[in-house]
């Protein structure tokens, strides 16, 4: 018996440390984004950040030992994960935040696991079980307690809501993609030239919406400011996109896009602690939903395992 447990439980075990990573980190980096883009124009505050955290992903990757070359037949797939997972996700969400409180965003941005499983299962044919079906009902039982009363808010600003779920689609069907095409490139170069390549738009389009002098920003920016850069850089940017980008390499797609459900759970928390936001009921019981659609999903029994292993795209 024991045998039959060890080859299914490893990968699962190995995916523990990315989805604790990508909960800490990117959950506590929406009020820290919301400190950053309060003292910096959102498109510059992104196109400040991501080409540094590009370039320290492949820095990373080269002193890895790994090459940081991309073949010429895969980079018009390349071009399109980049569009996707970083482009339209980042320019979205940077639009949307301006119209909604920050915090609310997040929650509906991370309704990105419903479409992500639905489509997978149109593209990818991934089989949706009955714990994969109670998982996403849970975490969408989840979300849906954490916005509760806030719904009067989307309605408010239609157009703050719409730019944040056009950036949850834009990532769910680039990690369909990413779990389609499984480029042949390693793990960090994959990340470090998505990103490069996703922060070329952002980076032409912050002029546009953001007239001021780049140096004129930098210097007004407080110790607030430039601790949002760093960790935007560093953290938020390098370590959280390697854990994101190696779950939806290795996971089946509705197991992948779950394990990011704990994110704006943590959000609201360390907006309490960094913004002095207050807890309620509903962030409790929105921790016990998400935590049990999370135990439903990734913690299957042992025969069960083996399918989230880092095999092949399924057919």
């Known amino acids: 018996m024991a045998a039959t447990v060890r080859p299914s439980a490893a990968p699962m075990t190995r995916s523990a440390w990315?989805?604790?990573?990508?909960?800490?980190?990117?959950?506590?980096?929406?009020?820290i984004l919301k400190m950053g883009v309060s003292e910096l124009a959102p498109l510059t505050f992104r196109s400040l950040t991501l080409p540094l955290a590009a370039v320290g992903m492949l820095i990373v990757s080269r002193l890895s030992g790994e090459s940081i070359a991309i073949p010429r037949a895969l980079w018009r797939r390349l071009v399109v994960l980049a569009v996707f997972n970083i482009g339209f996700w980042n320019g979205f969400v940077l639009f949307g935040v301006q119209q909604m409180p920050s915090g609310r965003s997040a929650i509906l941005a991370y309704t990105m696991p419903i479409w992500a499983t639905m489509i997978a299962a149109l593209v990818l044919h991934e089989r949706l079980s009955r714990r994969k079906l109670l998982g996403l009902a849970l975490g969408v039982a989840g979300m849906a307690v954490l916005i509760g009363e806030q719904i009067t808010v989307v309605r408010a600003a239609p157009f703050g809501a719409l730019m944040i779920l056009a950036a949850a689609i834009a990532w769910a069907?680039?990690?369909?993609?990413?779990?389609?095409?499984?480029?042949?490139?390693?793990?960090?170069?994959?990340?470090?030239?998505?990103?490069?390549?996703?922060?070329?738009?952002?980076?032409?389009?912050?002029?546009?919406?953001?007239?001021?002098?780049?140096?004129?920003?930098?210097?007004?920016?407080?110790?607030?400011?430039?601790?949002?850069i760093g960790y935007n850089i560093f953290l938020a940017g390098t370590l959280a996109h390697w854990a994101w980008f190696?779950?939806?390499?290795?996971?089946?797609?509705?197991?992948?896009?779950?394990?990011?459900?704990?994110?704006?759970?943590?959000?609201?928390?360390?907006?309490?602690?960094?913004?002095?936001?207050?807890?309620?009921?509903?962030?409790?019981?929105?921790?016990?939903?998400?935590?049990?659609?999370?135990?439903?999903?990734?913690?299957?029994?042992?025969?069960n395992r083996i399918s989230a292993a880092p095999i092949a795209p399924d057919d």
Request: glycine share 8%.
């Open 18 to 31: 990315p989805i604790l990573v990508l909960t800490l980190v990117w959950g506590c980096n929406w009020p």
């Open 173 to 228: 069907t680039g990690t369909v993609l990413l779990r389609k095409w499984q480029l042949p490139v390693p793990q960090n170069t994959l990340s470090g030239w998505m990103m490069l390549l996703g922060w070329i738009p952002l980076a032409l389009l912050a002029p546009v919406f953001d007239p001021q002098p780049l140096s004129v920003e930098l210097g007004n920016l407080s110790a607030r400011g430039w601790f949002a």
């Open 246 to 303: 190696t779950l939806a390499r290795t996971l089946p797609v509705a197991v992948s896009s779950l394990s990011s459900l704990p994110v704006p759970v943590v959000g609201v928390f360390s907006g309490i602690v960094l913004l002095g936001e207050r807890p309620g009921p509903q962030e409790w019981i929105a921790l016990a939903l998400v935590v049990a659609a999370l135990f439903t999903v990734l913690f299957q029994p042992s025969e």
